[in-house]
């Protein structure tokens, strides 16, 4: 079957009783077993049957087990958000005295999560350019315990050469870990460009109408966990299972923010038409990007799907032609910027990206406004810069949306 096909046709693990065309959405706490040998199986992990719904639930299993099905990852763990996914990837992996290697120009809160939360546990964050081989090997030391990046980074909008950055990882033996949330599965497999383990905010491009927040963690299977200093002595049983078993047997259960049934119902369903979406939104998002760049009050228009952009050629060849349905554009200050947002009519005053409808935001003032003036410029976030996220609204509508805002 192609993607598509998968989206909608991957069947459940066990056939519903009733025959439902949708899954059921199982709302129980616990399960119930006809006798103590099933119930001493289950809960010393001999069979997989369902014991509390913080550990497995039938609903939110069938939901990980189409997108095992159509990523080809060897095991998805779902969570209740995005930051809950990369939460538990990290406590998984890291210890007192780990370091990470990444980049400044990071999510917000994963930037918060690194310089705060995990700093006060002794893990240190070890911050580069991604795109300075050089930079990134000297780093690289045996406390690593990852390569951390985000694809297509938000909102400054540069991309990873990943089969180089890949190669480093594998050559010093840490594993590569992606946030790959901007760009949804259809147009873009991580496991093929040598990303070990994948997180994906499900709350953007899966939910589809923002009905719900969620989180994915996908295992490759693909890294030796023998070389971590962490999970080694487990690697000696677990193999390349080792990450998902401490996660799934340990973390994730300790952390209990495993994603609910009825997110994973919604979620589901939105993974159904997710492609479809998708396509409309990345096209609109690129046409809309050319007509913008005629406009005078804008300074500049930022999106890698553009042929003046940086990071066409390095876009294209990880993700195709139409590079996700986010953008910045650049005015000629602060001021503009708000009168902007102010005027606009159709287009929402709100956070979050691939919603069904198109959003704006001033990045500075907003996700990054508790930073200071000097963070941010590390970060490149600047003063005259909006993000857009592309809905699914007509082109020309949006369109003079824009051009009515900026007179
Ligand atoms: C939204 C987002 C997150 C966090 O996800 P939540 O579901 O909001 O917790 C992480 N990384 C990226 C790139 C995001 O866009």
Redesign the pocket.
Known sequence: MNLETKLLHTAYAKPDAYGALSMPVYNSAAYEFDSAEQMEAAFTGKTSDHTYSRITNPTVQYFEDRIRKITGAASVTALN??????CNTFITIAQAGSNIITSKHL?G??YSLFVGTLAAFDVETRFCDLTDEKQVESLIDENTCAVYL?IIT?PQLEVVDLEKLSKIAKRKSVPLVA?T??IPFCAFNAGKFGVDIE?V????YISGGATS???LILDYGTFDWKLSKKLSALAEQQGTNAFTFKLRKEVHRNLGAYMTPQVAYMQTLGLETMELRYQKASTTCLELCSKLQELPQIVCVNHTGLKDNAFYEVAKRQFGDRPGAMFTFDLESREACFKFMNKLNMIKRAT??FDNKTLAIHPASTIFGTFTAQVREEMNVSDNTIRISVGLEDVNDLYADFVQALK
């Open positions: 958000s995005g930051m809950a996914a990369i999510f809160n994963t985000e938000n946030d949330t901007v997180i905010s499900s709350t953007k927040l969620g989180g979050n990206l």
